[in-house]
């Protein structure tokens, strides 16, 4: 009876984001899965520079949600701040900077909502689940690793790893897997990729040499 009582208390948003929460979210990520792999198929690197100037900030946006969810085939994740400031921030006196300040917030905003996404459709599907779906492209190996690499450094390695070349996104799985609190990943996920993208636009405007 209680239970009973329970389930009739809930929510209409609640009883459908928890009925059908993962059907909607792997359904977002299959849809967001074939414009990353159409993007590369028409489009490389350079391809990623045209839609910033053609779009702007809308199109920045929705590729970095592709590189938070990890759904990003066409293009370096280190490249998209620089050319996003070269192509949006960069006039004839200088680089405008609140221009600059706007890509950094839409660059963490949408890699963030990529990123935890990701994170919750783990939490509720299971690592085995995600293993199996075509668009996920991370190996079972690199899975393994990265989660001795969380159960090693805990909670702090989300931060880290956003911020460092080659393991960014990389801990979303693991951290979902071990049930983080989803505020404390968002934060977490946003401090990282929030320090990575200035090193990159400080990189991009001269200020600090990074290669």
Do not use: H
């Amino acid at each position: 009876m209680a239970t009973d009582a329970s389930d009739a208390t809930r929510s209409p948003v609640r009883t459908f984001a928890e009925d059908y929460g993962l059907l909607v979210v792997a359904a977002c990520f299959a849809i967001l899965g074939v414009a990353g792999i159409a993007l590369y198929v028409f489009g490389d690197a350079a391809y990623a520079e045209a839609l910033l100037r053609e779009y702007g900030l809308a199109a920045l946006f929705f590729v970095f949600i592709l590189e938070g969810a990890m759904l990003l085939y066409f293009a370096p994740s280190e490249a998209l701040v620089p050319a996003a400031v070269a192509a949006l921030a960069q006039t004839t006196g200088g680089y405008d900077l609140p221009a600059i300040a706007a890509i950094l917030g839409v660059a963490v905003l949408g890699a963030t909502m990529g990123q935890t996404a990701l994170f919750l459709l783990t939490k509720r599907g299971g690592r085995e689940w995600l293993l199996d779906r075509p668009w996920f492209r991370v190996s079972e190996d690199q899975l393994d690793r990265f989660g001795r690499l969380f159960d090693r450094f805990g909670v702090l390695a989300v931060p880290l790893s956003n911020t460092l070349l080659f393991t960014r996104g990389m801990l979303t799985v693991p951290a979902g897997v071990a049930g983080m609190s989803t505020r404390r990943f968002v934060a977490l996920s946003a401090l990282g990729t929030l320090s990575f993208e200035l090193l990159l636009a400080a990189a991009a405007m001269g200020v600090l040499e990074l290669f």
